[in-house]
């Protein structure tokens, strides 16, 4: 990424799609038609990790190689003869600005089994591309898909209260479950296989259209995740495969009382005996599927926040060392043509700094973040931002430009702001004046979420920190990327030497 350019900010759930999320269909690639008509070179997305049936964040995964099965388009299971067009109906009238999720699981269920059947009834010959699948993927899947199966047969019970033998993944005790739930098991298994195979070819249409992928990788996993219960010895637990300390951060801007995550941390000591082999394994699968590797909370690989079990805020954690330099030296050595960004937001020390140039790795930026009092030294603003790094309006963490500058930007900030700009600015020009400030940065890569984009309010925000309901859930509507939208970032982009 050291080509000057820029790109757009759009998880796949956000896409337009008449089946209630976003998906890998039709409007995937009208999207990546519409970054090369406006001469864009990135598009960043959240991860595309499966996630639990406990809602729809993407950072809250139950697996760390397994695909979000509910991003499979129903418009391409017909295309591909798995489905026919009958089987789409009755479709529910799912919501247009949000996303049902309990309505899109039921609605895709049905049509997954449909397809399933189908592809059951298919020739051994016509089964050959899923065999070959199943045989390279076997390291993961195989523990996913079973893990999958065996939380719906034991009623979705964690797992470390699941009968000792299968908790504590017993030959004698699985077996017979394996044998019992095989068809269960081969449809998990089919799943994946057709994500992946409309991912690829999603990934190769970007690819041809000059476009390149971001790719995002949560540095942690659920509990409930098919990884932790394959791999407890690399995660704090203790013998019942119950955490001993969870994750989370100190407070920060998001929050006064910190984020408590909950996920289980690593034991840093077993994955260096074992040469970061799963890691390793995480980072490369990931890499397979994206051209760029953004690593969330990147500081967690330098220290991490651990927090005692039972407590109810982050505020009583503390600072463990993590071996970063030792873990990247590894990686490279097995990957050398790296392409990591390092999510280094929030509190970050003079280790990780340290850490990040020794690897030249890629940091972010937020203007959002520019205005405090501190604004000429301020490392956001836009005339102290540096060359190796990605500057963004803002995440999908933060509110939208315009919902920031109408309900969380004091009267203070505000007339910094307009004193940076050079004049005052209204409500409906603030987004394109903070892109005007990224693009025309010295920074190689600007990222502009597609809200900014489309000059939307705080209603179009993604996620809100620290809170657990309404978040996820944004989705463009159709018609939204009119033409005077591509024409004009597509000006603001030639015009700042990104196209």
């Known amino acids: 990424m050291k080509i000057r350019g820029s790109g757009i900010l759009l998880h796949i759930t956000s896409l337009p799609s008449p089946y209630g999320i976003g998906d890998l269909g039709p409007s995937a690639y009208r999207f990546a038609d519409f970054l090369a008509e406006a001469k864009q070179r990135y598009w960043q997305i959240l991860p595309l990790n499966a996630t639990g049936s406990g809602g729809l964040s993407p950072y809250h995964s139950i ?57 059951r009834r298919r020739s051994r010959r016509k089964k050959q591309a899923f065999q070959n699948f199943a045989d390279e993927n076997s390291s993961w899947l195989d523990d996913f898909a079973l893990f999958k199966v065996l939380k719906s047969h034991f009623a979705l019970k964690p797992w470390c209260e699941w009968p000792e033998g299968i908790r504590k993944r017993k030959p004698r005790a699985i077996t017979p479950l394996k044998w019992k739930l095989a068809k269960t098991i081969e449809m998990e298994k089919f799943l994946q296989y057709i994500f992946f195979r409309q991912w690829s070819s999603l990934h190769s249409y970007c690819r041809s259209k000059g476009i390149q992928i971001i790719g995002d990788m949560p540095i942690y996993l659920n509990l409930e995740s098919a990884d932790l219960w394959s791999h407890p010895d690399i995660f704090k637990l203790d013998a019942s495969g119950r955490p001993e300390a969870v994750a989370g951060v100190p407070p920060d801007y998001f929050s006064t009382t910190g984020q408590l995550w909950g996920n289980p941390v690593y034991r840093w000591d077993v994955l260096k005996e074992r040469g970061y082999d799963w890691l390793i394994a995480r980072v490369a699968h990931l890499l397979g599927l994206v051209d760029h590797l953004r690593i969330d909370h990147f500081r967690g690989l330098v220290a991490f926040w651990e927090v005692p079990i039972g407590e109810k805020s982050a505020i009583n954690g503390r600072w463990i060392e993590a071996p970063a330099v030792d873990f990247l030296h590894c990686l490279i050595k097995k990957i050398p043509c790296l392409s990591l960004i390092a999510e280094d937001l929030g509190i970050i020390t003079a280790d990780v700094r340290e850490v990040m140039s020794l690897f030249g790795l890629t ?137």
């Open 363 to 499: 940091g972010m930026k937020v203007l959002q973040f520019a205005f405090g009092e501190d604004l000429p030294t301020n490392p956001y603003a836009p005339h102290n931002i540096i060359q190796n790094s990605i500057v963004y309006t803002g995440t999908h963490d933060n509110n939208t430009i315009k919902g920031w500058f109408d309900s969380e930007l004091g009267r203070k900030e505000r007339a910094r702001l307009f004193r940076y700009l050079g004049r005052h600015v209204t409500h409906d020009q603030v987004s394109w004046e903070l892109i005007r400030l990224a693009m025309a940065s010295v920074a190689d890569t600007a990222i502009i979420p597609l809200q900014d984009i489309l000059g939307l309010g705080g209603e179009a925000r993604m996620n809100r920190p620290a809170t657990a309901r309404g978040n996820w859930q944004w989705r463009m509507l159709p018609g939204q990327l009119k033409p005077e939208i591509t024409k004009r970032l597509r000006d603001i982009t030639e015009i700042y030497g990104r196209a």
């Open 63 to 119: 697996s760390a190689f397994a695909g979000n099965i509910y991003f499979i388009s129903p418009e391409v299971l017909v295309a591909d003869g798995y489905l026919n067009e009958d089987d789409l109906e009755p479709r529910p009238r799912f919501p247009g600005k949000k996303i049902s999720h309990a309505a899109v699981c039921r609605y895709k269920e049905r049509l997954f089994q449909i397809a399933y059947d189908r592809f």
